[in-house]
């Protein structure tokens, strides 16, 4: 067994030097003297330090990976620093993108069903920020075009997997007035994970 204090102390520097976040399987190839049990202790005593350090960062896995994120109250000061220009989604695109999430594998057509509008813009724009993904066709006449979200989009609203998302009701186009109240949380949500994205990026 691995010292459990050593462990600890790589995970740190590895976390600290990777960009993109580790995945289990890529720490314990990395510290080939530690098991699961090693790193995962590792990581829970690194999360507990942190917190009870006060310090202004933490632990957090997003996507399947583990990485050192700011918390966000410190993200006034951090937006000072950069005072880099952000491209933010609009609300259309937000909304397109949450019924993507909550409905995938999801065609063109049933996203349209649901907004009652267009979204052929929306997907374009999605697909460039590369948030969601063309999974497939659909096994119907005309076999349309499947749509589902990637690994990006995790990352950008801080979840580790779909089984994170917020538990909804199942939604049709009566069901968009109620959620305009949460839509403004979400395009802010988007719009701080977007800014923390790119200030990792420079």
Same mark, same amino acid.
């Given at each position: 067994? $691995?010292?459990? !204090? &050593?462990?600890?102390?790589? /995970?740190? %520097? +590895?976390?600290?030097?990777? *960009?993109?976040?580790?995945?289990?399987?890529?720490?314990?190839?990395?510290?080939?003297? $530690?098991?699961? !049990? &090693?790193?995962?202790?590792? /990581?829970? %005593? +690194?999360?507990?330090?942190? *917190?009870?350090?006060?310090?202004?960062?933490?632990?957090?896995?997003?996507?399947?990976?583990?990485?050192?994120?700011?918390?966000?109250?410190?993200?006034?000061?951090?937006?000072?620093?950069?005072?880099?220009?952000?491209?933010?989604?609009?609300?259309?695109?937000?909304?397109?993108?949450?019924?993507?999430?909550?409905?995938?594998?999801?065609?063109?057509?049933?996203?349209?069903?649901?907004?009652?509008?267009?979204?052929?813009?929306?997907?374009?724009?999605?697909?460039?920020?590369?948030?969601?993904?063309?999974?497939?066709?659909?096994?119907?006449?005309?076999?349309?075009?499947?749509?589902?979200?990637?690994?990006?989009?995790?990352?950008?609203?801080?979840?580790?997997?779909?089984?994170?998302?917020?538990?909804?009701?199942?939604?049709?186009?009566?069901?968009?007035?109620?959620?305009?109240?949460?839509?403004?949380?979400?395009?802010?949500?988007?719009?701080?994970?977007?800014?923390?994205?790119?200030?990792?990026?420079?």
């Amino acid at each position: 067994m $691995a010292e459990k !204090k &050593d462990v600890k102390s790589i /995970i740190e %520097a +590895l976390l600290v030097v990777s *960009e993109a976040g580790l995945s289990m399987e890529e720490m314990l190839k990395a510290i080939d003297h $530690a098991d699961f !049990k &090693d790193i995962t202790e590792g /990581i829970i %005593a +690194l999360k507990r330090e942190y *917190e009870e350090t006060g310090r202004s960062f933490g632990i957090a896995e997003i996507a399947g990976r583990y990485r050192i994120v700011t918390k966000p109250e410190y993200m006034q000061w951090i937006g000072n620093l950069y005072q880099k220009s952000i491209e933010r989604l609009s609300g259309p695109s937000v909304e397109t993108l949450a019924i993507i999430a909550y409905k995938q594998p999801v065609t063109r057509a049933e996203v349209e069903s649901v907004r009652g509008v267009n979204v052929g813009g929306m997907l374009k724009t999605l697909l460039e920020r590369e948030l969601i993904i063309i999974k497939g066709r659909k096994d119907v006449i005309g076999r349309p075009l499947i749509y589902g979200t990637t690994g990006k989009f995790l990352e950008l609203f801080g979840m580790n997997s779909l089984d994170d998302l917020p538990v909804l009701r199942d939604f049709s186009e009566e069901d968009l007035e109620y959620v305009q109240a949460e839509k403004q949380n979400v395009v802010e949500q988007v719009e701080e994970n977007t800014e923390a994205e790119v200030q990792k990026s420079e």
